[in-house]
């Protein structure tokens, strides 16, 4: 095999191609070709058209819409069922304590996180396109709704439709504010989903990629920060009010610190405990993951023993441990979320859509391009929408795709929806008969949970050595990604970083690389001459390229790169000229004075000593121009081409210049005027601008930018920069003859 690759790259370094065709410009290449004819569709026949049904095309969006109708029917029960029935299982079995940890998250009773790991993974069996990501509760998701909740709803205050009223810490004012901000993060979801559906419908899924992966990374970094601070108080068994909105880390950490002499023993004991064991977990399934036929369920058998012990030796009379507590038995009743709370929420629910959408859709993208199939990004947004819109009216909150669930879905065998449908099977015989047997569960057990799982979005603090070596705009990215995040709080955070990656796109348009090229000797290849010692440039010829493309924020800059590197500027050119012309015009001045002054001497002068006051007055006296007088009707513009070539610096003997325009994308009409004046400048300076490699959309902009005229012809512009230099090539030397 080896060798048949090092005999393959053998064969390519051998082969040649010989070519022999003419010079190409574009106008000689457009009347070679012949334009397809192309019918404009009026806007009422794209309609009639988009709106014509036919059977074949409503089997389509009936598949689109329901991409369970097309792969159920050939799924193969044999070859399937059973690694999905083991990844379902096991993917369950971590839902569960999940699902009650992030319910804390969420500021909601445990058992929201259930309904919220039962409903939205049913429904996206159905209208999901990836075969492997878990849906569910999510740490960063389930953070950003516990702020809204808690910004809604303070714990010192409960507001009742427009009114808010201080009330004491009892049973009553505790469950009138549990169910206030069950509401808001309920509604939340409603909003959230109605934005992802309306986004999805609209074929909006390209938003995601505004979200880049550095932007991405150091959110879920930060998002990772703020959760760890707000299990602290769990794990340490403090009261501590919970903060949100901008520094509220900080206010975390300080509030943690003060009490910290009230720390439960106890309660921190089963949480240090519950730590260690769930690392040790991770560590075996990680080290021993190709011989472990499942991972070990660590998660589920920690809170199994903490419920256990709990409930066995009574923690929560004895030693003041805090529980889950209550979780009532069976499905609620659907009911409609609190529409006024909508307007207050509407910018919390944009960044909870993207968030989410980018975070499924990335994971998607990853086992889709693993496995060998493709994901629909509209509909994946289309199915978290239903997911969370119709999950709402049944309590439950925003969802996505977990990492963690969706990693040990796919390694467990899960070969498609299938293993999430019996992962939410599980959820609902817990709900339905058996929940009640988490209520003595410890809170810190789950804190522990949460805080094992932050392990792997702690790593991503790798990221700054990672992204310092490659790319340091990226890492920037990550770092005001990070840091505002960190401490604006999330959502604030999200908007600033997309802001600051939108000013690095701009920012580098207006700062792209200049380069001036060279040819490869006996090629029609052409590299940077400052990188390559083999590149050489033609002689009265330059190459210059921008890997930009040429719009109004940075027309100034590419003109100036182009007089920098190319070592041509004509104004200055044109003034040292002008100058050269004064001075010149001075000098004939004083030569026509001194023949003036010696003709009135030679009047004077007798007629026996003409000849030698002639010759004595002119020994006398300096003619400057060249040492002869010049004619009495000499004019300003006699200028000797020796005179003009004293004041004219020597890179302005180039007679041809070369725009390589193959990275230029795009071109304004501010773009189309600088262009235009740099052709007409460098014409006045005796330079030819050429343009070469122009694409087809460059070309049509630019014709609808009345571009080409009489001075400015498509016989200007080149299909190759090979056949632009030959092209000048031709003309320097028919310059060359002409002189």
């Not at 069950?182 to 409603?190: I, K, N, R």
């Not at 087809?696 to 009489?710: A, C, H, I, K, Q």
Request: aromatic letters at 8%; a positive charge.
């Amino acid at each position: 095999m080896e060798h048949a690759e090092v005999d393959e790259v053998c064969l390519e370094q051998t082969q040649k191609y010989c070519v022999e065709r003419p010079i190409y410009n574009q106008e000689l290449l457009e009347g070679q070709l012949h334009r397809r004819e192309r019918t404009p569709q009026a806007l009422r026949q794209k309609i009639a058209h988009s709106c014509r049904c036919s059977s074949k095309k409503a089997k389509s969006h009936l598949y689109s819409f329901l991409p369970i109708l097309k792969w159920l029917p050939h799924y193969r029960v044999r070859e399937y069922l059973l690694g999905d029935i083991i990844s379902g299982i096991s993917t369950g079995v971590m839902q569960l304590p999940q699902g009650l940890a992030y319910a804390m998250l969420a500021s909601v009773p445990p058992v929201f996180g259930l309904y919220s790991s039962f409903y939205p993974v049913f429904l996206y069996t159905i209208f999901g396109t990836s075969k492997h990501i878990s849906i569910g509760t999510f740490a960063v998701i389930s953070m950003m709704i516990g702020g809204v909740a808690l910004r809604e709803v303070p714990d010192e205050v409960i507001s009742i439709g427009y009114n808010s009223t201080n009330v004491t810490d009892t049973p009553e004012y505790y469950n009138d504010r549990v169910a206030k901000r069950v509401q808001v993060a309920v509604t939340l979801a409603l909003l959230t989903g109605i934005i992802q559906l309306c986004l999805g419908l609209l074929r909006f899924g390209f938003v995601a990629i505004y979200l880049t992966e550095p932007l991405v990374r150091g959110f879920t970094t930060a998002a990772a920060v703020h959760v760890f601070t707000s299990q602290l108080k769990y794990l340490f068994g403090i009261k501590t009010p919970r903060y949100s909105g901008p520094l509220s880390v900080i206010y975390s950490i300080a509030a943690v610190l003060s009490n910290i002499t009230m720390t439960n023993t106890a309660t921190l004991v089963i949480g240090l405990t519950c730590i260690v064991l769930l690392f040790i977990g991770k560590e075996i399934n990680l080290r021993f993951k190709k011989q472990l036929p499942v991972p070990i369920p660590m998660e589920i058998i920690v809170v199994i023993i903490g419920t256990g012990v709990s409930a066995g030796m009574n923690l929560n009379k004895s030693y003041k441990v805090d529980v889950v507590g209550n979780i009532p038995q069976g499905l609620r009743p659907p009911a409609v979320p609190e529409i006024q709370l909508i307007p207050a929420i509407f910018v919390d629910a944009i960044a909870i859509a993207i968030v989410g959408f980018s975070m499924a859709v990335s994971m998607a993208k990853i086992f889709a391009l693993k496995h060998g199939y493709t994901i629909n990004g509209n509909q994946e947004l289309i199915a978290l929408g239903i997911c969370n819109s119709v999950g709402s009216f049944f309590q439950s909150f925003s969802v996505t795709c977990s990492m963690s669930r969706s990693l040990v879905q796919e390694s467990t065998g899960g070969k498609t929806q299938i293993a999430g449908t019996l992962s939410s099977v599980m959820v609902l015989v817990v709900i339905v008969a058996i929940g009640y047997l988490f209520e003595p569960l410890p809170q810190t057990v789950l804190a522990a949970i949460v805080m094992v799982n932050l392990k792997g979005m702690f790593k991503q603090f790798g990221d700054v050595t990672h992204f310092w070596r490659t790319s340091r705009i990226e890492l920037a990215i990550w770092v005001v990604a990070f840091v505002a995040s960190l401490f604006l709080g999330l959502d604030y955070g999200l908007l600033t970083a997309v802001a600051f990656a939108m000013i690095t796109v701009i920012y580098r348009t207006q700062s792209p690389q200049y380069r001036i090229l060279g040819q490869i000797p006996d090629t029609d290849i052409y590299c940077n001459v400052e990188e390559y010692e083999e590149v050489k440039e033609y002689p009265g010829i330059k190459i210059f390229q921008a890997n930009a493309s040429l719009y109004f924020a940075n027309s100034e800059s590419y003109t100036s790169a182009l007089k920098k590197k190319t070592g041509v500027d004509p104004c200055a050119i044109l003034a040292a000229r002008k100058k050269a012309r004064k001075r010149h015009a001075r000098e004939i001045k004083a030569a026509n004075k001194l023949k003036k002054q010696a003709v009135l001497k030679l009047v004077k002068s007798s007629t026996n000593d003409v000849e030698a006051n002639v010759k004595h007055e002119i020994a006398d006296d300096e003619l400057p121009v060249n040492g002869k007088f010049a004619s009495a009707d000499a004019s300003v513009q006699d200028t000797s081409p020796d005179e003009h070539e004293h004041f004219v610096e020597p890179q302005a003997s180039i007679h041809s210049l070369i725009l390589d325009f193959a990275p230029v994308n795009f071109v304004d009409s501010v773009g189309a005027k600088t262009l235009k004046s740099i052709i007409k400048e460098y014409k006045e300076v005796g330079v030819c601008v050429c343009i070469a490699s122009c694409s087809g959309p460059v070309m049509n902009e630019l014709t609808r930018l009345n571009f080409f005229d009489n001075t400015v012809t498509r016989e200007l512009l080149f299909h190759s920069i090979h056949d632009a230099v030959l092209a000048c090539q031709v003309k320097g030397r028919s310059a060359s003859q002409a002189d």
